[in-house]
């Protein structure tokens, strides 16, 4: 089993930045791919950002790709998403998942294992 916890979520302006933490406990969380997602009201789960165990492939959205960067710090066993020029349609709440499997495509969330409670993120005009 691991355990997901999500922090760092709040009220921001548009253009300004958060930084989002994923931290995992239980067994080896450090031996995982890690997504990021995000659900607005009415809207279905979207991938954000991924990472392989290893922290060397990263994978973005289209509507995040050059204002958001994932990364993760095994020693801590903590995920990272730092998120900049943040925008109105970035308000959702923030979920981090995990998958067991190596290899797995990131973007799908059925191939998460484990989720974590999600992070309320909200951009004001």
């Known amino acids: 089993q691991v355990q997901l916890v999500e922090s760092g979520g709040g009220l921001v302006q548009a253009g300004g930045s958060l930084r989002l933490s994923c931290a995992a406990s239980?067994?080896?969380?450090?031996?995982?791919?890690v997504g990021w997602f995000r659900q607005a009201p009415g809207k279905e789960r979207a991938f954000v950002a991924g990472?392989?165990?290893?922290?060397?492939?990263?994978a973005y959205s289209d509507s995040v790709k050059g204002r958001f960067t994932i990364s993760r710090d095994n020693a801590k066993n903590t995920v990272y998403l730092q998120m900049n020029s943040l925008k109105l349609e970035d308000t959702a709440v923030y979920y981090c998942?995990?998958?067991?499997?190596?290899?797995?495509?990131?973007?799908?969330?059925?191939?998460?294992?484990?989720w974590g409670q999600g992070t309320q993120v909200t951009v004001s005009s």
């Open positions: 998942a995990a998958s067991v499997f190596s290899g797995v495509v990131l973007f799908r969330p059925a191939n998460y294992d484990y």
């Open positions: 239980g067994r080896t969380p450090s031996m995982y791919d």
């Open positions: 990472i392989r165990r290893t922290g060397v492939s990263t």
